[in-house]
């Protein structure tokens, strides 16, 4: 489906998405849409009961695509905050069990695999947390919302305004990861408690899914609609590109 991931059934109706886009996952407006794609196929495919998001790289994603981004346009700019918006916001809506193993940093955009799933398993290196304000830059109207709804007021201004991001002791005391356990344990605790969700009544959980997170999914597609994120002089200020290069290093 895609050259930045693979997607594995494991049996049972347990289906994992493996990100694969060496060398951290860097989110790229190609990369988003092939996963909206995935999102949309998995939630009308009744064969298919949980879903795993986990990653063959070293971490599960760094974010945007910083050394891509220093070149952006403006055009460029509008198409990663559409990315952005559509990919995590199919996430977050999905019908169907989500499960993310996070093994290390899950920074920036790629904190939103975590927050858009229903349970978050971390090894002892994850590290989870909200760098925009860090590269110049703020967050588009869909993941502001979904972190809005899944992080606790203190622990939302710690991350938005700092940049820092969480251990992943911090992470579990805060709510953001459910467990966490050793690297090699990891796909294994991940897949059992993908069959125990993948064993609930799915119609059931979708309608219980939809009561919990249909409110801000509905107001995210409005304002998507109603080009809430269509900056008329680009995503981007005069400080953004500095702060990347400042960044990437």
Not at 46 to 56: K, L, M, V
Not at 104 to 122: P, S, T
Not at 208 to 214: E, F, S
Request: proline share 4%; hydrophobic share 45%.
């Amino acid at each position: 489906m895609s050259a930045d991931f693979n997607i594995e059934d494991l049996g049972g109706g347990i289906t994992r998405l493996m990100l694969s886009r060496a060398p951290v996952n860097a989110l790229t407006p190609g990369f988003l849409d092939a996963l909206s794609d995935f999102y949309d196929s998995v939630a009308i495919d009744d064969s298919i009961r949980a879903i795993i998001i986990a990653s063959g790289q070293k971490i599960l994603s760094g974010g945007l695509d910083l050394k891509a981004a220093q070149k952006f346009d403006k055009v460029d700019e509008l198409e990663i905050v559409r990315g952005l918006n559509q990919s995590f916001t199919k996430l977050y809506a999905l019908p169907k069990p989500t499960i993310c193993a996070v093994n290390g940093a899950a920074i920036a955009g790629g904190f939103f695999f975590v927050l858009g799933c229903d349970y978050r398993i971390g090894d002892t290196r994850a590290s989870v947390g909200l760098a925009e304000v860090r590269v110049g830059a703020t967050l588009p109207v869909g993941p502001s919302a979904i972190a809005k709804a899944e992080l606790h007021a203190n622990d939302m201004r710690k991350l938005v305004l700092s940049g820092q991001p969480y251990s992943a002791q911090q992470a579990l005391a805060a709510g953001i990861l459910d467990e966490v356990v050793e690297n090699e344990t990891l796909m294994d605790r991940t897949v059992k408690m993908a069959e125990q969700y993948a064993a609930l009544p799915p119609k059931t959980y979708a309608n219980v899914k939809k009561q919990l997170r249909g409110t801000v999914v509905d107001a995210v597609e409005r304002a998507m609609k109603e080009d809430a994120n269509i900056f008329k002089d680009g995503w981007f200020n005069d400080e953004t590109k500095p702060a990347m290069a400042a960044m990437v290093g």
